[in-house]
């Protein structure tokens, strides 16, 4: 059944690299709470206290707003092939935006992509697996292309301009300091 652990294994870390999407979990000091399906080559651990997940132009900016507020952020990931388990990842977040040196530093690691919008480090506090054993299985068939494609149409130009429509505040109108240079 569940284990409690205070790092991310070799046996965790490859779990996480062969999973095709995984969810993340924020809220503010008031407010909802946030729960993001994230996919795409966009996730990385770097060391087994650390993971970075590259933010894509979405049509909110939630996990942006909460951050600022509070530093907390789950991490799950649900496996749907193979064995099953649960994994979530526990820790404290932080958001960086193209100007700072550590999107700079991290941003090599993924593929490129026009909507990239943050990168977000998270320390990893705790470690949790569970059973899965409820989890469906269901068949991957591939990545979907459309935000790449429709980030691309935009050009720098309309995704900056989305940026300063849609992704600015949060659902309850919090700020999320989404520069638009």
Aim: glycine share 8%; net charge neutral; with cysteine.
């Amino acid at each position: 059944m569940g284990k409690k652990l205070e790092r991310i294994t070799p046996e965790l870390k490859e779990f996480i690299e062969n999973q095709k999407v995984f969810f993340v979990g924020t809220a503010a000091t008031e407010g909802s709470v946030n729960v993001s399906p994230k996919g795409t080559d966009s996730f990385r651990v770097i060391d087994e206290n650390k993971i970075v997940w590259l933010n894509l132009t979405g049509s909110g900016n939630e996990t942006a707003a909460h951050l600022i507020q509070n530093s907390r952020m789950t991490v799950m990931f649900c496996a749907f092939e193979g064995n099953p388990m649960i994994l979530r990842l526990y820790g404290h977040a932080k958001i960086f935006h193209k100007k700072d040196d550590t999107f700079q530093k991290y941003k090599g690691l993924f593929p490129e992509n026009f909507g990239s919008r943050q990168i977000i480090e998270m320390e990893v506090d705790l470690v949790q697996t569970s059973c899965g054993f409820a989890v469906p299985f269901m068949d991957y068939k591939a990545d979907r292309s459309i935000l790449n494609d429709w980030s691309t149409k935009q050009g720098e130009k309309g995704i900056k301009e989305y940026w300063e429509n849609k992704n600015r505040k949060s659902i309850d109108g919090f700020d999320t300091q989404m520069p638009i240079e």
